[in-house]
């Protein structure tokens, strides 16, 4: 273990709206503000001594630690001192006693109040270089709430006030926005359940400033004493149904599990904040194609103006989009976990993942039992990010050597409503457009030269001198990314592998990359077609040896590349040295095991 602490100064308490902290750190670690615990990496023992080694000697891979992982500490802004009163102390902690290196490398960021409405045109009257904008005309103030967007037991009496001594402050409680026939503030309003309010500044002969919506989700008596020990999602609707197209308005609180190892409906949430969800899934969605009954869904933490904005929740890389996988076909609900870990276990990016229990408020009432969904996998979504797929972002104006050669994220799987995707001119590969989308983002010369370089990727591989390492199919892939992609496949024995939810993505400059994996619940013997039954045999020989009309696409790049010596030995090679550590058996299986505990 080793302890350390940090002193910094704070010009001013009061006006820090967001606290975050980064770390890279290796294999785990507890923090405190001013005495207090604020946060804790997975797999931190619950009561941390001198000598204290992760729980179950849990190693940190060292692709990971060297990533900043971020932790939201809003919720405890109280703890800061204006001044330089202010102490970040960290217990670092290895996985074992003999491990031979240690990292801690924290960052704290604060987030300030702005005193200016970012989306209302300003004139300024005097410069101000190097300091604050101020002052402006128009200038509106925004109103303030006694009480923050949350989850509530107790009534209360909700304060609104403003800085402006010439506006006048106008609130509506029934979702509506306000407007000059809305009610005027002139007394506290008594919350008694759930309730939206939406408030407005009306300065005269200027207009109205931006509105500011709280949502208060009252819980009711029935679900006051609910704990686990996984995390709490809740969601709240506002009396809207989930689509499948479009995002619905929500609030979400998310409680992480304390230091005892539990999390109470009734704890500070880490994390509450405006919101959108939809239904998605081509199976699992309301109407798919396997009718589940327990729907999966698309989240999107947002700000005050439904436009994306990034969060750190449950410990994960700051982001805005997310996913709540209810896995109705895996009834160990354990799957998809497990392959991502397993992923992430050889160096290849896996979506971050946690089990929570969730509760859906969609009749705008009361949050109570009978909104509970039971248990669902909070991960994130794939996405260029430098903490997901860390490829390059490609602009709209990249329409030329090299910057139109990349980042592109693409999948071989159903296209989308609207989409076309685009085919492979040799083995008829359907490709979909992922990022750079092909509706709205992606231009025609992006389009035409991903393809050329996915058709000269193919010509390569069929040519007489595919097997060049040089000017071969290894001059358009990454060879190693398709060993692994195929070794995870066969692992699992996924009966959707090679042929739908297969991503791959090229950066700018780079080579064709497998990766990420994604949807595995047909996978470790939950299927009883294309032998995902039987634990015994390949996976790859239940497929058709030839193009089929219903998949003419299967596996036939990997059938090509085995006839590589070098391919093949390179994968045994793989597969042995994965068998023989991060993949042997009674690894696996403990990993099972401690799975279905938690």
């Known amino acids: 273990s080793f302890y350390s602490r940090f002193y910094f100064t704070v010009e001013d308490a009061a006006a820090v709206r967001a606290l975050t902290l980064r770390v890279k750190y290796d294999d785990g670690f507890v923090a ?190 029935d679900v006051q004493a609910f704990t686990s020990n996984l995390p709490i999602v809740v969601v709240d609707t506002l009396g809207s149904t989930i689509g499948t197209s479009s995002l619905c308005l929500s609030f979400s609180a998310f409680l992480d599990t304390a230091a005892d190892g539990r999390a109470a409906i009734i704890q500070a949430p880490d994390h509450t904040g405006r919101s959108g969800i939809r239904a998605r899934g081509f199976s699992s969605a309301p109407g798919g194609f396997g009718g589940f009954l327990k729907f999966q869904y698309a989240l999107e933490t947002w700000d005050e103006n439904n436009e994306d904005k990034k969060y750190s929740l449950l410990g994960f890389p700051e982001e805005s989009d997310w996913i709540l996988q209810g896995p109705y076909s895996d009834k160990t609900l354990m799957r998809n976990y497990l392959i991502y870990n397993w992923s992430n276990d050889i160096g290849r990016y896996g979506v971050r993942t946690r089990f929570v229990e969730m509760f859906l408020n969609s009749d705008g009432d009361n949050v109570s039992y009978e909104d509970y969904l039971g248990v669902y996998v909070f991960m994130e979504k794939i996405k260029r990010d430098p903490y997901r797929v860390d490829i390059t972002k490609l602009e709209p104006t990249d329409n030329a050597e090299p910057e139109i050669s990349g980042g592109y994220m693409y999948k071989i799987d159903r296209p989308g409503l609207g989409e076309t995707g685009f085919t492979t001119a040799h083995d008829g590969v359907l490709l979909v457009y992922v990022d750079p989308q092909e509706i709205g983002e992606i231009t025609s010369a992006q389009k035409a030269w991903l393809k050329n370089y996915m058709d000269n990727f193919e010509a390569a591989l069929y040519g007489s001198n595919f097997t060049d ?130």
């Not at 692994?484 to 791959?504: C, H, P, Q, R």
């Not at 995902?532 to 497929?543: E, K, M, N, S, V």
């Not at 391919?567 to 042995?576: E, G, K, N, Q, V």
């Open 32 to 221: 405190y503000i001013n005495g207090v615990e604020v946060a804790r990496s997975a797999y931190a023992p619950a009561v941390p001594l001198w000598n204290s080694v992760t729980t179950g000697g849990y190693y940190h891979p060292d692709a990971e630690a060297v990533v900043f992982e971020d932790f939201d500490l809003t919720p405890f802004i109280h703890l800061l001192n204006t001044g330089s009163a202010n102490v970040l102390a960290i217990h670092t902690m290895n996985n074992d006693g003999t491990s031979s290196d240690l990292l801690l490398l924290p960052e704290l960021v604060a987030t300030l109040r702005s005193t200016t409405q970012q989306h209302i045109p300003m004139y300024f009257a005097e410069p101000t270089p190097g300091t604050k904008n101020q002052g402006g005309t128009p200038f509106i103030q925004s109103p303030d709430f006694s009480h923050p967007t949350g989850l509530f037991t107790e009534n209360f009496t909700l304060a609104l006030t403003t800085e402006s001594s010439t506006g006048t402050l106008r609130y509506t409680t029934n979702g509506a926005e306000p407007s000059e026939s809305s009610a005027v503030y002139s007394s506290p309003i008594p919350i008694t359940s759930s309730t939206t309010v939406k408030a407005a500044v009306y300065e005269p002969g200027i207009g109205r400033g931006t509105t500011l919506t709280q949502r208060y989700m009252k819980l009711d008596s």
């Open 469 to 598: 390492p040089v000017n071969g199919y290894a001059k358009y892939v990454d060879v190693d990314s398709f060993i692994d992609a195929y070794i995870m496949v066969e692992l699992a024995k996924n009966v959707d592998g090679f042929i739908y939810s297969t991503f791959m993505y090229k950066d700018r400059g780079g080579k064709l990359t497998m990766g990420p994996v994604w949807d595995y619940n047909l996978s470790l013997g939950n299927a009883n077609y294309r032998g995902g039954w039987d634990p015994q045999g390949w996976f790859h020989d239940y497929l058709p040896p030839i193009q089929s009309s219903d998949h003419p696409w299967d596996y036939q790049w990997w059938r090509r590349m085995f006839q590589d010596p070098e391919f093949t030995l390179r994968m045994w090679d793989r597969w042995f040295m994965f068998r023989s550590d991060r993949f042997a058996t009674n690894r696996l299986l403990q990993n099972i095991d401690s799975t279905a505990v938690l």
